[in-house]
């Protein structure tokens, strides 16, 4: 069993970025394709990014598409998330998580970290 951890959650102006981080234990980060959610206050689960195992693959939900940018480093078991032109609507806890199959990644992953809390404020 995998267990996550992120880092990296914070108070930021609108406008400002944030490095988000995931770390892995008990497995390693190269053996999942690893994916990002968030939760607002008084919403569902939304799918932020993903991540193929290998990287050749990523893929993002349409309202970071050319803000945030997911990437990893498996030699070191870590998944970051890139936030750039932070706005408040970005304010929610973020989530990592880890899948066996990619399709899984991005809609029900098999392991997921307690998550980091994001504030932006405007």
């Known amino acids: 069993q995998v267990q996550l951890v992120e880092s990296g959650g914070g108070l930021v102006q609108a406008g400002g970025s944030l490095r988000l981080s995931c770390t892995a234990s008990g497995g390693t980060v190269s053996s999942y394709h690893m994916g990002w959610f968030r939760q607002a206050p008084g919403k569902e689960h939304e799918f932020v990014a993903t991540?193929?195992?290998?990287?050749?693959?990523?893929y993002y939900t349409d309202s970071v598409k050319g803000r945030f940018s997911i990437s990893r480093d498996n030699a070191k078991n870590t998944v970051y998330l890139q936030m750039n032109s932070l706005t408040p609507e970005d304010t929610a806890i973020y989530y990592c998580a880890a899948a066996r199959t990619y399709s899984r990644s991005y809609t029900n992953p098999d392991f997921w970290g307690q998550g980091t809390q994001v504030t932006v404020s405007s």
């Open positions: 991540i193929s195992w290998s990287g050749s693959r990523t």
